[in-house]
């Protein structure tokens, strides 16, 4: 009986470190598909997995206490604007717009609510919501630096002004942003169904009044040109009435009985005789 119980508890307990192995790996592919690349530049900078991912996790509750709001159809077009204005900048002032760029994507992150103190804490935070994009901004935020003591080139500066563009990008376009430009299409569509609706009705008050205002006489002015047709028509039955009695006559006078035959339509045989 003492063995029996102790194959039962052994059992159970390997069900038990069996869960916990499945659930952690369950937590650990879902942290992986959440953070991408960004997973694992985080397992490189710890010793092991599992305080890599404790990391994950509090970046995670962090960004769960923040209030990040999308930035308003205003704002958006504002910051697009000035965005333009770096890229033209560019050209004559490479420097001058790299450190322009940073500032704007800095005005945005803090505008739609992320805490803007130290940079890598805020890296942190926005690699939750952009996991994808948020090592463009590290490394154009290091270029940038750099470009301050004048130890980037021109090159360099070019491809952090296309690092922040990836991130300005989703930050000016996420959150309900995607649902707001639905909803002016569906406002849009629903005025040009309504003047849709409108120019029809205009046009069948129109057709209404025309049909209305037809002139008395119009019906009776073709009476003339219908009796003339009629009475073409039938001058023409008439002569031709005349013709075909003429034309029997003829042949009757000529002893010819196999004239009404000729009058026969031809048949086609559908043989070909070599005309």
């Known amino acids: 009986m003492t063995v029996l119980w102790i194959v039962v508890v052994v059992v159970v307990l390997l069900i038990i470190a069996l869960a916990v192995v499945l659930m952690q790996r369950r937590r650990s592919a879902m942290l992986r598909q959440r953070f991408g690349s960004e997973y694992d530049r985080t397992l490189e900078g710890h010793e092991n997995q599992r305080a890599a991912e404790a990391e994950l996790r509090d970046r995670e509750r962090q960004r769960a206490q923040l209030d990040i709001k999308p930035l308003s159809a205003d704002s958006r077009a504002r910051y697009t604007e000035e965005w333009h204005g770096v890229q033209e900048r560019f050209v004559d002032q490479p420097t001058a717009a790299a450190v322009a760029a940073d500032s704007l994507v800095y005005r945005v992150m803090e505008e739609r609510g992320y805490p803007m103190g130290d940079f890598e804490a805020q890296a942190d935070l926005v690699s939750v919501d952009h996991p994808q994009v948020v090592e463009n901004y590290r490394i154009a935020h290091g ?5 301050e003591s004048k130890q980037a080139t021109t090159e360099d500066l070019r491809d952090a002004l296309l690092r922040y563009r990836t991130l300005f990008d989703e930050l000016v376009t996420d959150g309900s942003t995607r649902a707001e430009d639905a909803e002016r299409i569906d406002e849009g569509t629903a005025r040009a169904e309504e003047n849709a609706q409108v120019r029809g009705d205009a046009r069948a008050r129109g057709d209404a009044r025309a049909e209305d205002e037809v002139p008395a006489g119009t019906e009776t002015a073709t009476t003339p040109r219908d009796t003339r047709d009629v009475n073409a028509r039938s001058v023409t039955d008439e002569d031709t009435s005349t013709r075909s ?31």
């Open 143 to 147: 270029i940038q630096q750099r470009a």
């Open 245 to 275: 009695v003429a034309g029997e006559d003829a042949d009757i006078d000529e002893g010819r009985p196999d004239a009404a035959h000729a009058r026969q339509p031809i048949r086609n045989t559908g043989r070909n005789e070599g005309v």
